[in-house]
């Protein structure tokens, strides 16, 4: 079955430590797309990939880094210098030419 | 300004009454819009697409306004599992390193009630 996979779904971390959530998609998608969302707010984006070996900041980017070495995989690195890395991460992938983008299931970090 | 604003909500509303939310966006030159639907503590999902005519999808309509950059999503005959956040998404105009780029508004929160 065709679709985009994150793993882990939880993720508890101590301060201070860099974690990496995977991201995989499937679908032979372009552009890839990592969110982060808080309780009861929207999803802001963080990085955005529209081809391999490229990519974009978004709106908060800092604190984060990403690779897109495979059109499949977009992996997200949280490191120690961002300061509420508390949070529901998602990524989504589409088709630039089309309308559509798909969610994984998201990853929930909890930084302890 | 952000580049997409939602009314949050949240809207507590009865069976079968008809809810509207708008979403404005502050980019002139953004040619896609969407709806997404996101459920609690789930991945969001896409609801309809809106297109410059306008467009129906059952009980949902969806409009574009480009002279006052809104769109707004119309629910008639609400349904108990209608409850969701609805998100708006802007897609930027063609061409440029912002091409690919999606910014979702903070998501209008929906409760039908019996």
């Known amino acids: 079955d065709g679709g985009i996979t994150q793993s882990p779904k939880y993720l508890f971390r101590k301060e201070g430590q860099n974690v990496t959530l995977s991201c995989e998609q499937n679908l032979n998608h372009d552009a890839m797309y990592w969110y982060r969302q808080d309780p009861g707010q929207g999803l802001r984006l963080i990085y955005y990939s529209q081809i391999v070996n490229d990519f974009q900041k978004g709106d908060i980017a800092e604190g984060y880094s990403v690779s897109r070495e495979k059109k499949e995989s977009f992996p997200l690195t949280v490191t120690s210098a961002q300061k509420n890395p508390t949070a529901f991460y998602l990524c989504?992938?589409?088709?630039?030419?089309?309308?559509?983008?798909?969610f994984g299931q998201g990853t929930r970090l909890t930084v302890v | 300004r952000k580049e997409v604003e939602q009314d949050p909500g949240p809207f507590n509303v009865p069976e079968g009454a008809t809810v509207a939310f708008n979403c404005t966006y502050s980019n002139s030159a953004s040619q896609s819009f969407f709806w997404y639907r996101q459920d609690c503590r789930k991945e969001p999902k896409l609801l309809m697409s809106?297109?410059?005519s306008g467009n129906e999808d059952g009980r949902f309509t969806a409009q574009l306004n480009r002279a006052s950059q809104y769109i707004s999503l119309l629910i008639r005959d609400s349904k108990l599992s209608d409850s969701a956040t609805y998100l708006c998404?802007?897609?930027?105009?063609?061409?440029?390193?912002?091409?690919?780029?999606?910014?979702f508004g903070q998501g209008t929160i929906l409760t039908v009630h019996p």
């Open positions: 809106v297109y410059s």
């Open positions: 989504a992938s589409r088709h630039l030419w089309s309308t559509e983008a798909f």
């Open positions: 998404v802007v897609n930027p105009s063609a061409g440029g390193t912002s091409y690919g780029k999606l910014t």
